[in-house]
């Protein structure tokens, strides 16, 4: 009996560990995140000497972490109330937006890829937004075509933002993810 | 007083068992943690020598399919060069005079970027580097005269094998052509120095 039970610890503790492993670094490691509204950074997996789940993340994934001193991206995948991104609701992104000579604003399903659309347009720049006279500026991200800065969405699924911050002095003062001013998510409605 | 002292032991032997679990499990997270860069073979390297394993060989078709490489920015023209040091040092160059932004980050045999430049370091519009392990940087500084041509940035590398990514921003979508014309001329060459 005593046998057995030490048996069923061991199994139990084994997959424990093994299913904490899977869990905090499938997708996007939970571990050294930066978090700004619904936005995460990792800012330790660009770094020489990354920690142990960013590594790990990138060796299942396979994506090419940005260094550190070539930029910093951020991905969203809930809007700024806190609901996932989904193809079926369409949002507004904007606001202001940090320093850094350059940023994007890129739209991928749930694993990271780009899903195809008619436009072949998968993401803004900051230098082909329109703006406003104050400088501000408005992504409408929807399945059906809209006016102004018109990101088309796959029609169903879970999304994922991801901003991109090139030539930037944020990577290097990240104390905490509150005051970045990153832009905000709003969803505008569903279907 | 003799049915409470069996259920203080049940108690004991529960905590010491939920101990035990949290231990073994603690363990094992550990370990197949550091385990998972070596025992899988999905990192950004090895996907990249499924498409060439020649070493310098510029490679841009992994980038132009945009199924490989998950959470990439389209607005980043790319292409790729695999360096194995064991042959000499190798030279990076890319030249990014007509890029608004441009990078050449330096990767490990895991993917890990340890060492990138952008093209606010380009030199005349070049971005140059030379990759060498710790004892080719020493063989060479042994080498060079005391006063002399300034030498190319020199990268010390713990690992010897790795790839190098030259990334080039288009800010325009009418851009992207010249973007990739200028990631395509990403130059790795042997013995550089």
Redesign the interface.
């Given at each position: 009996m005593a046998f057995f039970?030490r048996l069923a610890?061991?199994l139990?503790?084994?997959a424990?560990?093994?299913g904490?492993?899977d869990m905090?670094?499938s997708g996007q490691s939970l571990v050294g995140t930066v978090r700004s509204g619904p936005w995460t950074t990792w800012p330790g997996a660009?770094?020489?000497k990354?920690d142990?789940?960013a590594?790990?993340v990138?060796?299942?994934?396979?994506?090419?972490?940005?260094?550190?001193?070539?930029?910093l991206?951020f991905?969203a995948e809930t809007d700024s109330a806190g609901d996932t991104l989904d193809g079926r609701c369409d949002y507004r992104v904007g606001g202001p937006t940090p320093q850094a000579?350059?940023w994007?604003l890129?739209l991928?399903n749930r694993?990271?890829?780009?899903e195809p659309n008619a436009l072949d347009?998968?993401?803004f720049?900051?230098?082909?937004l329109m703006r406003d006279g104050e400088g501000n500026f408005v992504v409408e991200i929807a399945a059906a075509a809209r006016p102004g800065n018109w990101l088309p969405a796959p029609p169903q699924g879970s999304l994922t933002l991801?901003l991109?911050f090139?030539?930037t002095a944020l990577a290097r003062g990240m104390p905490s993810g509150a005051g970045l001013g990153l832009p905000t998510i709003q969803k505008s409605g569903c279907r | 007083m003799k049915p409470v002292q069996p259920r203080e032991g049940r108690g004991v032997r529960i905590l010491l068992?939920g101990l035990?679990?949290?231990?073994?499990?603690?363990?094992?997270?550990i370990?197949?943690?550091?385990a998972?860069?070596w025992w899988?073979d999905?990192?950004?390297y090895?996907?990249l020598t499924r498409f060439d394993r020649e070493p310098l060989k510029t490679v841009v078709a992994a980038a132009a399919d945009?199924?490989?490489?998950?959470?990439?920015?389209?607005?980043l023209a790319t292409a790729f060069c695999l360096y194995d040091l064991a042959s000499g040092p190798v030279r990076v160059s890319l030249d990014v005079a007509a890029a608004?932004?441009g990078?050449v980050?330096v990767?490990d045999r895991?993917?890990?970027?340890?060492?990138?430049?952008?093209n606010?370091s380009a030199s005349q519009g070049v971005v140059t580097l030379v990759l060498m392990t710790g004892a080719q940087v020493a063989a060479a500084e042994a080498a060079e005269p005391a006063e002399g041509s300034i030498p190319a940035l020199r990268v010390a590398l713990a690992d010897a094998k790795g790839f190098v990514?030259a990334?080039v921003?288009?800010?325009?979508?009418s851009a992207e052509g010249l973007a990739e014309d200028m990631a395509k001329a990403l130059a790795c060459k042997q013995n550089g120095d």
């Open positions: 039970t610890l061991l139990v503790g084994v424990t560990g093994l904490a492993t905090l670094t660009g770094a020489p990354p142990p789940y590594r790990a990138a060796a299942r994934d396979g994506h090419i972490p940005l260094a550190t001193g070539a930029g991206r991905l000579q350059f994007t890129t991928l694993r990271g890829f780009a347009r998968f993401g720049t900051s230098a082909e991801m991109s090139y030539d | 068992g035990a679990v949290l231990l073994i499990a603690g363990i094992v997270h370990v197949s943690l550091l998972t860069p899988l999905g990192d950004a090895a996907v945009k199924t490989v490489f998950p959470y990439r920015d389209p607005a608004e932004f990078a980050s990767h895991r993917g890990q970027p340890v060492y990138v430049l952008t606010r990514a990334q921003l288009a800010g325009f979508p």
